[in-house]
């Protein structure tokens, strides 16, 4: 696991499969994971193409917005979706919302760690 901040284009280059995850802000992907991909795009074009990869965003409504500009920029890479999209409405919308620690409820949690076992499975089975 790696924070999108401290994400290099050689770390990206070892591994085999890649779950993003990110919040959806203002309808867009977090700046950090946009900084990431800024960073690592060019420096990994044609290096990657066909690895496995998947999604997960936390949203206050949508997060369609950051999942299309995630699904927009690793088409450049040629990475493959292995698994529907992820997307856990959190109902945020009051600023105080907005702005407070966010937890998962035991339902979406368990999406999430589903979503990364599932991954993780397919890949110590040579699926992807």
């Known amino acids: 696991m790696i924070p999108a901040e401290q994400a290099t284009p050689e770390l990206l280059l070892v591994a085999r499969a890649y779950l993003f995850?990110?919040?959806?802000?203002?309808?867009?992907?977090?700046?950090?994971?946009k900084e990431m991909f800024d960073r690592c795009y060019y420096p990994l074009l044609g290096r990657i193409e066909g690895r496995a990869y998947a999604t997960a965003i936390a949203a206050g409504s949508d997060g369609s917005g950051?999942?299309?500009?995630?699904?927009?920029?690793?088409?450049?890479?040629?990475?493959?979706?292995?698994?529907?999209?992820?997307?856990?409405?959190?109902?945020?919308?009051?600023?105080?919302?907005?702005?407070?620690?966010?937890?998962?409820?035991?339902?979406?949690?368990?999406?999430c760690r589903d979503?990364?076992?599932?991954?993780?499975?397919?890949?110590?089975?040579?699926i992807f």
């Open 66 to 111: 950051a999942q299309a500009q995630i699904d927009r920029i690793v088409t450049g890479w040629r990475l493959k979706r292995v698994a529907e999209p992820l997307i856990v409405n959190l109902g945020a919308q009051t600023s105080e919302a907005i702005l407070a620690e966010k937890r998962l409820s035991s339902p979406d949690f368990a999406r």
């Open 21 to 33: 995850v990110c919040p959806e802000n203002l309808a867009t992907m977090s700046g950090l994971m």
């Open 115 to 126: 979503l990364g076992a599932a991954l993780a499975e397919g890949l110590a089975l040579g």
